[in-house]
């Protein structure tokens, strides 16, 4: 058995419509202004901001689903409260890919990096059985600034999320 | 005095996060220091353990005292003032 991960940021991802979530280069908030890559950036708010994509569960997936944000800030001090919100859809003509609700909802508070722009890694445990080789995955990804524990007072900057799961 | 909203601190702290390299202070730390200076501009101040001292340095203690022990530096106090500032005053614009 051997655990993978896949980034399942793609062409199906966009932000919500508050404008405080958005792509930039990395250098806007880098000091370095080497490594242009896009971000994801999600700024500190006072309410709860969300990226929307999906993905396709893999032909090897057997189990151990997590979730990983790797993420980084300029912040020094302070925790985010991550929320990933989904639902997976199976089958061929069997199952709408437009249902209301989520199907679990989980959350992950991670701490600000010991240094600006560390790489920072929060995972949440997904339920396992929820999903099935060749589910359409269609999910929320939140930085929950509602929450009480939500206290960096800086953006939250995501270079990638990635789907983890073990095979046979 | 009136007590800054959540929506009007939260611009607040973008604008501030944007004017240093590294944000060293939590979002209540910094949202303390915004409500002190919100605080000391629109109320009546008994300053008596301030005789002798400039304004900056009156609200410089304002400002410890609500964030303490956390300490903002004498760079982003000025930064929180001006952003202050541009809350109040040009929110017309």
Redesign the interface.
């Known amino acids: 058995m051997a655990t993978h991960r896949i980034p399942i940021l793609g062409w199906g991802t966009v932000p919500d419509t508050s404008g405080n979530v958005f792509f930039e280069p990395y250098d806007v908030k880098a000091?370095n202004d080497v490594w242009d890559r896009l971000v994801c950036i999600f700024?500190?708010?006072?309410?709860r901001l969300g990226l929307r994509g999906g993905f396709t569960v893999p032909k090897n997936y057997v189990g151990t689903a997590n979730l990983i944000v790797v993420w980084t800030?300029?912040?020094?001090?302070?925790d985010v409260v991550w929320d990933f919100d989904y639902r997976a859809v199976g089958g061929n003509d069997t199952e709408s890919l437009d249902q209301a609700g989520t199907q679990e909802a989980v959350t992950a508070t991670d701490t600000a990096p010991g240094a600006?722009n560390r790489r920072l890694e929060a995972s949440m445990a997904l339920t396992a059985t929820n999903l099935a080789v060749d589910d359409e995955v269609t999910f929320e990804l939140f930085r929950d600034?509602v929450a009480a524990g939500?206290?960096?007072?800086?953006?939250a900057i995501v270079f990638q999320v990635l789907f983890e799961y073990s095979d046979a | 005095m009136a007590v800054l909203s959540?929506?009007e601190?939260?611009p607040i702290?973008?604008h501030?996060?944007r004017s240093?390299?590294?944000?060293?202070?939590?979002?209540?730390?910094?949202n303390a220091a915004l409500q002190a200076i919100e605080d000391a501009m629109t109320t009546r101040l008994v300053v008596a353990g301030y005789v002798g001292r400039t304004w900056p340095q009156v609200l410089s203690g304002i400002i410890d005292t609500a964030t303490g022990p956390f300490v903002f530096t004498a760079t982003q106090k000025r930064i929180l003032l001006a952003r202050w500032s541009e809350l109040k005053f040009d929110r017309d614009k």
């Open positions: 000091t700024n500190d708010t006072a309410t800030a300029t912040a020094t001090t302070g600006a600034g939500d206290t960096m007072a800086a953006a | 959540v929506t601190l939260a702290r973008r501030c996060e240093v390299v590294t944000v060293g202070y939590t979002k209540a730390q910094i």
